[in-house]
C-alpha cells in the first residue's frame, strides 16, 4: 500500500511538472497584465508592460499586448496636445484589444485610415459606462486637449450602476498571494483559462451545492414589462452618470449597436442630442464573420468595419482631413 | 454522483482510504463501506432513488432464498417469476409506462378516433434502473438454473447490488463473478490497483477527449439535419459512432478501474468494437455485460441456436428487438435493433458468428490485412449508419435524417458551431484510432508499453489530451446513464 501511495503521488508529480514544462514550451497559458487602481480612482494596467495573451485551449488566438505610459493596450503613447488631431477611444476588453496584436488595432486601422489623426485607445477589460465617464472625468486635463471622443456602450452590460466605485478588493483579491501563485505556476494559469478549474472553484465556495438546472432556454422574445424595467433602471444610470461626471455633446459620441440596444435608449439619445455611431449595419451586411471563433470579441474583419464607421464619422464631421 | 466531477475526485480517495485502512478487518466491514459509499453516490442525485433500489436487492435476496428452498419445480419457477415480475415492474412504471401510453393514443388516433393523453405519468427516470435490475434479475436466474447458491449474507448482498463503480452504468455483473468475490475478504495487490488508475486515466480521456469534444458537432448535426448536405450528416453519424463509444466504454473502463482500485475485478464490457470484422464479432465487443446478459438469460433459454435456422432466427430477432427496447423507450430503439437483427443474420445464416470469437484484427501480424480493412470499414459503415436510429429523437426524424443524405448528395466544408479547427478533431480522432489498434490485445492494459518512459510520455500525452480539449460548456453526463 505504501508503495502504491507513495508511486501515485511521485508520479501525479512528475506528469504535473511535465506538464507544466509542456504549458511553457507551447506558451499555452495567457499572460494577464498587472492591474492597479490611481491616484483617481481609475482602474488600469501598470504602464510599461508587454506579453502575449493567448485564447482557446490550443492557442487558437495568439497576440502580443503592450501596455503604454497611460496604461493601456496600445501601439503608441498617449501624449495630447492643442497641436495636434486626437481621438480617444474607451472602452472594455473590445477596445482593449488582447485578441489582436496590438499592432493591428482599431486605433491603428483609424490611423491608417486618416493618416493625420492619433487615435488614443483607453481600452480596459470589464470598463462599463461609469468606468468610462469617470476616467473622462478623472483625466479631463488630457481630455480637454482631445479632439474627439468615442464611448463604446454594450448596452446589455455598461448601464447596470448609476455611479463609479473604484473596486479595491478586487485588486487586492488579484494580488494575493493565491492568484499570485496563479500567475507564477503557468500550469495553473493555463488551467484557469480554459475553464478545467471551474469546478473546484465552485465546489469550494460552496456554489455547486446551489446550481440548479435551469432548463432549456428558448430564444422567446423577452418579456416586454421587464424589459421595460430594465430600461427605465438603465436609462435612470445613464441620467445619472451624465449628471455625476458630464458628457461633452460637442465630441463625445457613443459607438453601439442598435441591434442590441433599447430602442427607448436610443430615442432618449435622440431627443437629447446625444450622438451615437450605429456599426449594426455594417456587420449585419458584411459577408465573412465579424468575430472571434473562440468567443464572441471582434475579429481583424469586424475591427475594420469599427475603424471604417469612426473614420466615416470622423471624415464627414472633419472634410479637411480627407486630403 | 458523476465519475467526471469533483464531488468524485474527492468521494474515491475518501472511501479508498476507509475501505483499506479503517474497515479493512474482514469481508464484512468492508462491505458496510461499500454499501455506504454506494448509497451516497447513488443518492447524491436524489435520495428517493434509494428506495428503488432498496427495493430491488430486498425482494431478490427474499426471492433467491424461496428459489433454492422450494420444494417443487413449479413452486421455483413462481418464485423467480416474483422477482422478473418485480423488476420489469419497477422498469415497466418508471422507463416505459408514458410510451406505452403514448403509443395507444398514437395508434387509436391513426384508427381515427381522438383521444387526449391524460394517463401518462410525470415521474424522472431513476439513474441507472436498467442495469441494477438486470443484474438482481440475473442472481435470481442463476440461483434458478442452479448456476449459483443464493447468499445468506444480507451483507454482501446488498454490496453485490448497489457497488458503486458499476451501478449506473454496468458492466451488468452476474452473482457468479462479482457475489463471489464481494463475499470474500479482499486483500491490497499493488498490480490490480495501479492498474486500475491507469484504467480511470484511459477512460477519462475517452470521456473527456472523445466524447465531449465530439458532442457539440454531433448535437448540432443532429439538431440541424435538415439544413446540412449529405457530407455533414455523414460526418455527424460517423462522429456519433466515436462519441457514443468513448463515452460508454469510458464509462465502463473508469467503473473497472475503481472497482480494482478496491480488489475486485469486474468483466469486461468493451473490446475495441470499432475494429469488429463482422456484425458478430461487433456483438461480441460491445457492451458485452448486456449481450451476454441477453445470450444466457433469453436467447439460451429460448433454445438458441439449438433448434431450427428458422426458430434460431426468431430468437436472433427476439434478442435483438429486446436489446433495443432495453435502450429506451421509443421506436428509434427498437428499430435499431430490428436493423441489428438484419445484419446479424445473414452472417449466423453463413455460420460466421463465432467465427473471430477468439482472435482480433492483426492477430498474428502488426498491420491488418487489406481483407480485414475492408471488412472493419463495412462492419463500421453498418453499425454507424444504424445509429441514425439510435440518436434521433424520432423515427420520423431518421427517416428524414437519411432522406436528407440522399437528395441533398453534395460535399460542403462543415464549420464547428463554436468554430473551432475542424481539423483538429479529425487530426484526434486519426490518433485515437491508430493508438487503439496498437492496444487492440489489451482492453485492461491500455498503457501496455515495456518501457517506463513511453508509458510517462503516454500518461503526459493522455492528462495533456484531456486539457487541449477540454470544453467548459458541454454536458459531462453519460449517455447510457439515460438507459
Known amino acids: 500500500m505504501k508503495k502504491f501511495i507513495l508511486k501515485t503521488f511521485l508520479y501525479i508529480i512528475a506528469i504535473l511538472l511535465a506538464l507544466e514544462i509542456t504549458v511553457r514550451v507551447f506558451h499555452l497559458y495567457t499572460e494577464d497584465p498587472p492591474r492597479y487602481i490611481d491616484e483617481y480612482g481609475v482602474e488600469k494596467r501598470v504602464p510599461r508592460n508587454n506579453g502575449i495573451a493567448v485564447y482557446g485551449n490550443r492557442n487558437q488566438a495568439y497576440s502580443e499586448f503592450d501596455i503604454n505610459n497611460a496604461g493601456f493596450n496600445s501601439f503608441r503613447d498617449f501624449l495630447p496636445s492643442y497641436e495636434k488631431f486626437e481621438l480617444a477611444i474607451t472602452g472594455d476588453s473590445f477596445i482593449e484589444g488582447f485578441h489582436q496584436n496590438y499592432q493591428n488595432s482599431i486605433g491603428k486601422k483609424i490611423e491608417n485610415n486618416i493618416p493625420s489623426i492619433e487615435a488614443y485607445e483607453y481600452g480596459y477589460a470589464g470598463y462599463d459606462l461609469a468606468n468610462q465617464l469617470h476616467l473622462i472625468h478623472s483625466y479631463k486635463k488630457d481630455f480637454d486637449k482631445i479632439d474627439e471622443i468615442i464611448v463604446y456602450l454594450n448596452y446589455e452590460n455598461d448601464l447596470k450602476r448609476g455611479v463609479y466605485t473604484p473596486n479595491y478588493e478586487r485588486i487586492k483579491m488579484l494580488k494575493s498571494p493565491l492568484f499570485k501563485m496563479r500567475d507564477q505556476i503557468k500550469l495553473l494559469a493555463y488551467g484557469s483559462k480554459i475553464g478545467v478549474l471551474e469546478p473546484i472553484k465552485k465546489f469550494v465556495s460552496g456554489k455547486a451545492f446551489q446550481d440548479k438546472e435551469e432548463g432549456y432556454k428558448t430564444n422567446e422574445i423577452e418579456n416586454s414589462d421587464l424589459a421595460k424595467e430594465k430600461d427605465q433602471l438603465y436609462l435612470q444610470n445613464f441620467k445619472s452618470l451624465i449628471k455625476h461626471y458630464g458628457f461633452d455633446k460637442t465630441k463625445t459620441v457613443l459607438l453601439l449597436d442598435s441591434r442590441k440596444t433599447s430602442k427607448a435608449f436610443l430615442d432618449y439619445c435622440a431627443r437629447e442630442g446625444i450622438a451615437y455611431l450605429d456599426f449594426s449595419e455594417k456587420f449585419k451586411n458584411s459577408k465573412k464573420a465579424t468575430t472571434l471563433i473562440y468567443d464572441w470579441h471582434w475579429n481583424d474583419h469586424g475591427r475594420s468595419l469599427i475603424s471604417e464607421t469612426i473614420s466615416e464619422y470622423i471624415l464627414a464631421k472633419y472634410p479637411s482631413m480627407k486630403q | ?483
Open chain 2, 1 to 483: 454522483m458523476l465519475f467526471n466531477s469533483v464531488e468524485f475526485l474527492l468521494f474515491l480517495p475518501t472511501v479508498f482510504f476507509l475501505y483499506w485502512f479503517v474497515f479493512k478487518k474482514n469481508a464484512t466491514t468492508q462491505n458496510l463501506i461499500i454499501i455506504l459509499a454506494s448509497y451516497l453516490f447513488y443518492g447524491w442525485w436524489d435520495w428517493r432513488f434509494l428506495l428503488l433500489i432498496m427495493g430491488s436487492t430486498l425482494v431478490d435476496f427474499i426471492v433467491g432464498q424461496k428459489i433454492y428452498t422450494a420444494e417443487t419445480k413449479k413452486q421455483s419457477k413462481l418464485w423467480l417469476w416474483v422477482s422478473v415480475f418485480f423488476n420489469l415492474s419497477l422498469l415497466g412504471v418508471f422507463k416505459y409506462y408514458n410510451f406505452f401510453v403514448d403509443s395507444f393514443v398514437q395508434l387509436v388516433s391513426s384508427a381515427g378516433y381522438e383521444i387526449k393523453s391524460i394517463w401518462t405519468l410525470s415521474i424522472i427516470l431513476p439513474v441507472g434502473i436498467s442495469f441494477y435490475t438486470f443484474q438482481t434479475m440475473s442472481y435470481s436466474l442463476d440461483i434458478y438454473y442452479k448456476r449459483v447458491k443464493p447468499t445468506k449474507d444480507f451483507t454482501s448482498f446488498v454490496a453485490f447490488v448497489a457497488f458503486f463503480p458499476q451501478l449506473v452504468a454496468g458492466p451488468i455483473e452476474r452473482a457468479s463473478n462479482l457475489l463471489s468475490q464481494i463475499k470474500e475478504k479482499r486483500i491490497f495487490s499493488y498490480r490490480q490497483a495501479s492498474d486500475g488508475l491507469k484504467l480511470i486515466l484511459w477512460g477519462f480521456f475517452k470521456k473527456l477527449v472523445i466524447a465531449d469534444s465530439l458532442a457539440p458537432v454531433v448535437d448540432d448535426i443532429f439538431a440541424n439535419y435538415a439544413t446540412y448536405p449529405a457530407s455533414t450528416l455523414i460526418l455527424g453519424v460517423c462522429l456519433f459512432s466515436f462519441q457514443v463509444y468513448g463515452d460508454f466504454s469510458g464509462y465502463s473502463d473508469i467503473a473497472i478501474g475503481t472497482a480494482k482500485l478496491f480488489g475486485i475485478e469486474l468483466m469486461s464490457n468493451f473490446k475495441f468494437p470499432n475494429f469488429s470484422r463482422n456484425v458478430a464479432e461487433y456483438w461480441q465487443r460491445w457492451h458485452i455485460s448486456l449481450s451476454t446478459w441477453f445470450r444466457h438469460y433469453l436467447y439460451i433459454p429460448l433454445g438458441g441456436s439449438r433448434v431450427s435456422k428458422l426458430k434460431s432466427v426468431r430468437n436472433i430477432c427476439i434478442i435483438f428487438l429486446v436489446s433495443g427496447f432495453w435502450h429506451g423507450a421509443n421506436w428509434t430503439f427498437i428499430f435499431w435493433g430490428g436493423l441489428h437483427a438484419l445484419f446479424f443474420i445473414p452472417v449466423f445464416l453463413m455460420g460466421k458468428n463465432r467465427l473471430y470469437k477468439d482472435n482480433v484484427i492483426g492477430q498474428s501480424s502488426a498491420l491488418p490485412s487489406i481483407k480485414e480493412v475492408g471488412m472493419v470499414l463495412w462492419t463500421f459503415c453498418l453499425v454507424t449508419f444504424s445509429r441514425i436510429f439510435f440518436r434521433s429523437p424520432s423515427l420520423q426524424d431518421a427517416f428524414s435524417y437519411i432522406r436528407q443524405i440522399s437528395d441533398r448528395f453534395s460535399y460542403e466544408n462543415y464549420v464547428h458551431p463554436m468554430g473551432y479547427r475542424m481539423i483538429d478533431f479529425y487530426i484526434l480522432l486519426v490518433a485515437f484510432i491508430l493508438y487503439e489498434y496498437r492496444i487492440r490485445k489489451h482492453e485492461r492494459s491500455p498503457f501496455n508499453f515495456k518501457s517506463k518512459w513511453i508509458r510517462f510520455l503516454i500518461y503526459v500525452g493522455v492528462v495533456l489530451g484531456i486539457l487541449l480539449f477540454y470544453d467548459d460548456g458541454v454536458n459531462r453526463s453519460f449517455i447510457y446513464f439515460q438507459f
